[in-house]
């Protein structure tokens, strides 16, 4: 699915910031990996670069076996609406529309014909456990309702790869269990998952989860892990 080798994202003019530090990694399709680490050291950035919303300043980024570093604008935006789903820790949802039409907007991206939109909207936000707040705009629901509908959202295209970024955040753990359960059962489904995370029993849940600090991957937690679980070097 994805094949990093030695990726970098590179800030500012003289005095230079590697936001992501020479990252080597390989993830297959089916997996869930973690990525683990305080704020500020690179996994947003990381990414925001597997789904191709930023491009990497070094390295080689192979997407499905494409190499996409240094493709053009066209061919990145089209590889994501096609594969991609991105679930955002400060949701992303536009005021001014209702759940349902929220989750829309990805489908609208995609140029699903507007019978099967409407299906799929409907299915979304069943699995999610929102179809009595279709009609709700983001200001008359919860912070998990919110949530949910940005994860239906992510999940209504059908996507191959799934980037969750803190995904949990802002949720109480009641909520951030119900969104975990809602991406591994997406795995499970056969979809990639790649999170980022600060939450530790989360990272648990993952095939592979790293330590990433400074814009590299390390195999150093800041907390123990429970017995057995893998903790990954890049």
Avoid at 16 to 24: S, W
Avoid at 213 to 221: A, F, M, Y
């Amino acid at each position: 699915m994805l094949r990093l080798t030695d990726i970098s994202k590179i800030y500012g003019g003289k005095v230079k910031t590697r936001a992501v530090d020479g990252v080597t990694l390989e993830i297959g399709a089916g997996e869930f990996v973690a990525v683990t680490g305080p704020s500020g050291c690179g996994k947003s950035t990381l990414l925001h670069i597997m789904g191709l919303i930023d491009t990497p300043s070094e390295g080689s980024l192979l997407f499905m076996g494409e190499e996409v570093a240094g493709a053009s604008e066209k061919r990145l935006t089209q590889l994501q609406r096609e594969h991609v789903g991105f679930v955002f820790q400060n949701f992303n949802l536009i005021d001014e529309l209702t759940a349902a039409e929220n989750v829309e907007v990805a489908l609208i991206y995609r140029r699903v014909p507007g019978r099967e939109r409407k299906e799929r909207i409907a299915e979304a936000l069943e699995r999610v456990g929102l179809t009595a707040q279709a009609r709700q705009r983001p200001g008359q629901l919860s912070g998990g309702q919110q949530q949910r509908v940005a994860l239906a959202r992510a999940l209504v295209s059908r996507p191959k790869l799934i980037l969750a970024d803190e995904p949990t955040g802002s949720l109480d753990t009641a909520n951030g269990e119900v969104v975990m359960d809602l991406l591994t059962e997406a795995v499970k489904g056969g979809a990639t998952l790649v999170m980022a995370t600060h939450s530790f029993s989360h990272a648990e849940r993952a095939d592979r989860a790293y330590r990433m600090l400074d814009g590299r991957l390390t195999g150093n937690p800041a907390s123990p892990w429970s017995p057995g679980f893998k903790v990954m070097t890049g």
